[in-house]
């Protein structure tokens, strides 16, 4: 050793000290990170031992070929009984896999030696010790040194409950067990890093703190759980990593990890390591959201693309605007389309790559948080999107993670799925079900997500799901049943309702299977509550024929109420609706610019008003003509003042907040949503009027009158039946006001009911019915 390279006989403290290598080239993921150790060069060929400088160092015993090439190839098992330090007769062994270095010295206490080269990052040396002392390593590499803790002189970092609950599929809090977790352990800060991959026969740990050379950092096997792991000290928050991971043929593959909590911006797919420091502010929102059950409390939803709600805009930002723009229209709740991280903008998020980590488009993890913080500090309730249904066939990310099927179904038939390109998960293998429960689990607890609306749930429960004959093979007892995906629900939902008080599962099943929202121990799948597709497709029909037709199709609007308490709905107006051509809400309506406004109106007072809750997408709030595109989002310039009248798109989302406050503050409109006793038709039959009428009664019987003429004129002397013991009805809401863009056909006065039968009711109100307009009325008070 130099003169120059002689170090001062104290052993430095510091966690470590580096200085860069010049240029050394970027590598796949690069980013900004913690300073790297290694240079991304190729390997050198082996060179010969050269004497260590310090006295009692003596050669180690040699690795058998096989063991050097399993560690250096990446299919060792257990690196950490090939490296660091072990006791044996004659002292203790140390050796060091440290590519690329120049020199490897052992530092301690009174205790200073360099170690011999082996060749391909090789350095060991066996010193004459009685034990293994408190060491660190002090690397020399052409131009600098590094003083840095030994990775393989650390005990596992994951404890034997947490091995036990993965490998009985259990672990209800995965996340805290696999992953990259900053963390001390034995004293010293750093990560660990957990990956599942029990088909690899070696895993190693890469990132920009290694020029993304894998060599250095082989994990360990802790046995037949299939998780790997390795602590890494001084790997602390910002850094990127991935798993190189060498398949059961030795062929290697770059994977993401399946458990990050943060991920690079899209196009980039490396992980992150991360820890949260958010302090919630929500406390008195947590405490008293499960006060009352979803089913039976106030229940409107403004779903929404985050991306394209305000495009361009972060999570804090958005936390600047949405909250204000919702309480503004009164919805009790949002629904965000998918945020898991997912590659392509374009798939909206249903193609999911980060099972665990928010989208990093708009800001990091915390930044989510204070977006959730800010809506529940507004008194609104956010519901997310969640994607159990497939993934995508990125080879960077959980397709075939580990060589072989993993995430997927063994079975090519039961693993492709037939519409998306996607893959299925197999729901029958217990750790790929714990990484889906916990993982709904996570979002709630992690992130405060009051509910989880689930995607694509047909296409879980059936096996012929989009497959002909000769595509899919029968349960074991001869059914279309995928039991497994059933069994999955069940526990996801009992699970998450068992852990967080207050979260509402809602499902998107688009068939008649039968008890979605019925409790688990009675059968049901235990959803909170349904999207009532048919409803939606058959209220559609209807309103987008011309009015002079529709008494073809007026069951269409009526058909709902067969069925209606048979599960706990919402009526859903989604994205799905107004997309790829079918356009949006408002162009579906026939007729001129006026009809299409005015029928969009009726179309929702008579969807505020029906048993179900309701869930409208942004900009059909206001009534945008155009159709949804993500790279753009709503028509925001159409509430321009300047160019929309009070009556025309800004009418519309004066319409939709005034629905929305009307509802809350009516009980008979949400108490009773999911019993019959709180419903009766009024008039279900005036097909040739094009003419609804219905009532719904709250707890204490107190009822609201629901009137809609899809017709585009005036029907005066419209007599209605009403129960008898209330003398005085008023009119509380009239979408055809003339505010709301309306004719202004109205009743300005309460109305008396008069002593004349009408649809096997006693006493009848004598109405006046705008033109495509639905109207609310409710007694102003008993006799």
């Given at each position: 050793?130099?003169?120059?390279?002689?170090?001062?006989?104290?052993?430095?403290?510091?966690?470590?000290?580096?200085?860069?290598?010049?240029?050394?080239?970027?590598?796949?993921?690069?980013?900004?990170?913690?300073?790297?150790?290694?240079?991304?060069?190729?390997?050198?060929?082996?060179?010969?031992?050269?004497?260590?400088?310090?006295?009692?160092?003596?050669?180690?015993?040699?690795?058998?070929?096989?063991?050097?090439?399993?560690?250096?190839?990446?299919?060792?098992?257990?690196?950490?009984?090939?490296?660091?330090?072990?006791?044996?007769?004659?002292?203790?062994?140390?050796?060091?896999?440290?590519?690329?270095?120049?020199?490897?010295?052992?530092?301690?206490?009174?205790?200073?030696?360099?170690?011999?080269?082996?060749?391909?990052?090789?350095?060991?040396?066996?010193?004459?010790?009685?034990?293994?002392?408190?060491?660190?390593?002090?690397?020399?590499?052409?131009?600098?040194?590094?003083?840095?803790?030994?990775?393989?002189?650390?005990?596992?970092?994951?404890?034997?409950?947490?091995?036990?609950?993965?490998?009985?599929?259990?672990?209800?809090?995965?996340?805290?067990?696999?992953?990259?977790?900053?963390?001390?352990?034995?004293?010293?800060?750093?990560?660990?890093f957990t990956v599942w991959a029990p088909n690899a026969q070696g895993v190693r740990v890469t990132g920009d703190f290694t020029y993304w050379d894998p060599v250095a950092h082989p994990m360990r096997s802790l046995g037949s759980t299939g998780v790997w792991e390795l602590f890494l000290p001084g790997?602390?928050?910002?850094?990127?990593?991935?798993?190189?991971?060498?398949?059961?043929?030795?062929?290697?593959?770059?994977?993401?990890?399946?458990?990050?909590?943060?991920?690079?911006?899209?196009?980039?797919?490396?992980?992150?390591?991360?820890?949260?420091?958010?302090?919630?502010?929500?406390?008195?929102?947590?405490?008293?959201?499960?006060?009352?059950?979803?089913?039976?409390?106030?229940?409107?939803?403004?779903?929404?693309?985050?991306?394209?709600?305000?495009?361009?805009?972060?999570?804090?930002?958005?936390?600047?605007?949405?909250?204000?723009?919702?309480?503004?229209?009164?919805?009790?709740?949002?629904?965000?389309?998918?945020?898991?991280?997912?590659?392509?903008?374009?798939?909206?998020?249903?193609?999911?790559?980060?099972?665990?980590?928010?989208?990093?488009?708009?800001?990091?993890?915390?930044?989510?948080?204070?977006?959730?913080?800010?809506?529940?500090?507004?008194?609104?309730?956010?519901?997310?999107?969640?994607?159990?249904?497939?993934?995508?066939?990125?080879?960077?990310?959980?397709?075939?993670?580990?060589?072989?099927?993993?995430?997927?179904?063994?079975?090519?038939?039961?693993?492709?799925?037939?519409?998306?390109?996607?893959?299925?998960?197999?729901?029958?293998?217990?750790?790929?079900?714990?990484?889906?429960?916990?993982?709904?689990?996570?979002?709630?607890?992690?992130?405060?997500?009051?509910?989880?609306?689930?995607?694509?749930?047909?296409?879980?429960?059936?096996?012929?799901?989009?497959?002909?004959?000769?595509?899919?093979?029968?349960?074991?007892?001869?059914?279309?049943?995928?039991?497994?995906?059933?069994?999955?629900?069940?526990?996801?939902?009992?699970?998450?309702?068992?852990?967080?008080?207050?979260?509402?599962?809602?499902?998107?099943?688009?068939?008649?299977?039968?008890?979605?929202?019925?409790?688990?121990?009675?059968?049901?799948?235990?959803?909170?509550?349904?999207?009532?597709?048919?409803?939606?497709?058959?209220?559609?029909?209807?309103?987008?024929?011309?009015?002079?037709?529709?008494?073809?199709?007026?069951?269409?609007?009526?058909?709902?109420?067969?069925?209606?308490?048979?599960?706990?709905?919402?009526?859903?107006?989604?994205?799905?609706?107004?997309?790829?051509?079918?356009?949006?809400?408002?162009?579906?309506?026939?007729?001129?610019?006026?009809?299409?406004?005015?029928?969009?109106?009726?179309?929702?007072?008579?969807?505020?008003?029906?048993?179900?809750?309701?869930?409208?997408?942004?900009?059909?709030?206001?009534?945008?003509?155009?159709?949804?595109?993500?790279?753009?989002?709503?028509?925001?310039?159409?509430?321009?003042?300047?160019?929309?009248?009070?009556?025309?798109?800004?009418?519309?989302?004066?319409?939709?907040?005034?629905?929305?406050?009307?509802?809350?503050?009516?009980?008979?409109?949400?108490?009773?949503?999911?019993?019959?006793?709180?419903?009766?038709?009024?008039?279900?039959?005036?097909?040739?009027?094009?003419?609804?009428?219905?009532?719904?009664?709250?707890?204490?019987?107190?009822?609201?009158?629901?009137?809609?003429?899809?017709?585009?004129?005036?029907?005066?002397?419209?007599?209605?039946?009403?129960?008898?013991?209330?003398?005085?009805?008023?009119?509380?809401?009239?979408?055809?006001?003339?505010?709301?863009?309306?004719?202004?056909?109205?009743?300005?006065?309460?109305?008396?009911?008069?002593?004349?039968?009408?649809?096997?009711?006693?006493?009848?109100?004598?109405?006046?019915?705008?033109?495509?307009?639905?109207?609310?009325?409710?007694?102003?008070?008993?006799?």
């Open positions: 050793m130099s003169a120059a390279r002689q170090p001062s006989p104290t052993v430095r403290d510091e966690a470590a000290v580096t200085a860069t290598d010049p240029d050394p080239g970027p590598g796949p993921d690069s980013g900004p990170g913690p300073a790297p150790e290694t240079q991304a060069k190729k390997p050198r060929p082996p060179r010969a031992r050269r004497a260590a400088p310090a006295r009692g160092v003596r050669p180690a015993p040699e690795l058998g070929a096989e063991e050097r090439a399993r560690l250096l190839e990446g299919r060792h098992h257990d690196p950490h009984a090939v490296l660091g330090a072990h006791t044996r007769r004659g002292g203790v062994v140390f050796r060091m896999l440290r590519p690329y270095a120049k020199a490897v010295t052992i530092l301690a206490k009174g205790l200073r030696a360099e170690l011999f080269d082996e060749g391909d990052g090789l350095f060991s040396g066996l010193l004459p010790l009685t034990g293994v002392p408190d060491y660190r390593l002090l690397v020399t590499y052409d131009s600098d040194e590094v003083e840095v803790h030994d990775p393989y002189r650390f005990l596992p970092a994951l404890g034997e409950l947490d091995l036990h609950l993965i490998g009985e599929g259990r672990h209800e809090e995965l996340w805290t067990a696999l992953g990259a977790q900053p963390m001390e352990h034995q004293g010293v800060a750093g990560t660990r790997i602390g928050e910002g850094a990127l990593y991935k798993y190189d991971i060498t398949r059961p043929d030795g062929s290697h593959t770059v994977r993401a990890d399946p458990m990050a909590r943060h991920t690079e911006v899209p196009p980039a797919t490396a992980s992150v390591v991360t820890a949260s420091r958010y302090v919630w502010r929500d406390e008195e929102w947590m405490a008293a959201r499960g006060t009352v059950p979803p089913h039976q409390a106030p229940f409107s939803v403004y779903e929404l693309h985050l991306a394209s709600w305000r495009p361009g805009l972060s999570y804090r930002q958005l936390a600047e605007h949405l909250p204000a723009y919702v309480t503004e229209l009164g919805f009790t709740h949002v629904e965000l389309m998918p945020v898991a991280e997912h590659p392509f903008g374009g798939s909206w998020g249903y193609q999911v790559t980060g099972f665990y980590a928010p989208t990093s488009r708009m800001g990091g993890p915390d930044d989510f948080r204070f977006l959730v913080d800010a809506l529940h500090r507004a008194g609104i309730g956010v519901i997310v999107d969640w994607v159990p249904a497939h993934f995508p066939r990125d080879d960077w990310a959980l397709a075939e993670f580990d060589g072989r099927p993993l995430y997927e179904h063994h079975d090519p038939q039961r693993a492709a799925h037939p519409d998306w390109g996607t893959l299925e998960f197999d729901y029958g293998r217990r750790e790929v079900r714990n990484f889906l429960v916990a993982n709904a689990v996570f979002w709630c607890q992690e992130f405060h997500i009051d509910g989880l609306r689930v995607d694509a749930v047909a296409s879980m429960l059936y096996l012929d799901y989009s497959r002909g004959e000769g595509e899919w093979t029968p349960n074991e007892h001869g059914g279309r049943e995928n039991l497994d995906a059933v069994a999955f629900l069940q526990e996801m939902n009992a699970t998450v309702y068992r852990r967080c008080p207050g979260v509402v599962t809602i499902a998107e099943e688009s068939t008649a299977w039968p008890g979605v929202t019925q409790p688990t121990d009675g059968g049901g799948l235990g959803f909170g509550l349904k999207w009532n597709m048919g409803w939606m497709h058959d209220t559609l029909r209807y309103v987008s024929k011309d009015s002079v037709h529709r008494k073809y199709h007026h069951h269409d609007m009526t058909f709902g109420m067969i069925y209606a308490f048979s599960e706990n709905y919402v009526l859903p107006i989604s994205h799905d609706e107004v997309v790829h051509g079918k356009g949006s809400l408002v162009s579906k309506m026939p007729g001129d610019w006026w009809q299409q406004r005015a029928a969009h109106r009726a179309y929702l007072g008579f969807m505020w008003a029906h048993p179900g809750k309701q869930l409208l997408f942004m900009g059909q709030e206001f009534a945008q003509g155009s159709e949804w595109i993500e790279s753009q989002g709503p028509d925001w310039w159409l509430l321009d003042s300047s160019y929309s009248a009070a009556g025309d798109h800004l009418g519309v989302r004066s319409l939709v907040g005034d629905l929305n406050h009307t509802y809350r503050a009516a009980p008979a409109l949400w108490e009773r949503d999911t019993v019959p006793e709180g419903f009766a038709w009024v008039e279900a039959d005036a097909a040739e009027d094009n003419v609804f009428a219905f009532l719904r009664f709250a707890g204490d019987g107190s009822p609201l009158l629901c009137v809609s003429n899809f017709s585009p004129v005036v029907r005066h002397g419209y007599r209605l039946g009403v129960p008898q013991e209330f003398p005085l009805w008023q009119e509380v809401l009239n979408t055809d006001r003339e505010a709301y863009g309306g004719s202004g056909v109205h009743h300005a006065r309460p109305l008396r009911p008069e002593p004349v039968p009408a649809q096997g009711r006693a006493a009848s109100l004598r109405l006046t019915l705008p033109p495509l307009a639905t109207l609310w009325l409710r007694p102003t008070a008993r006799s």
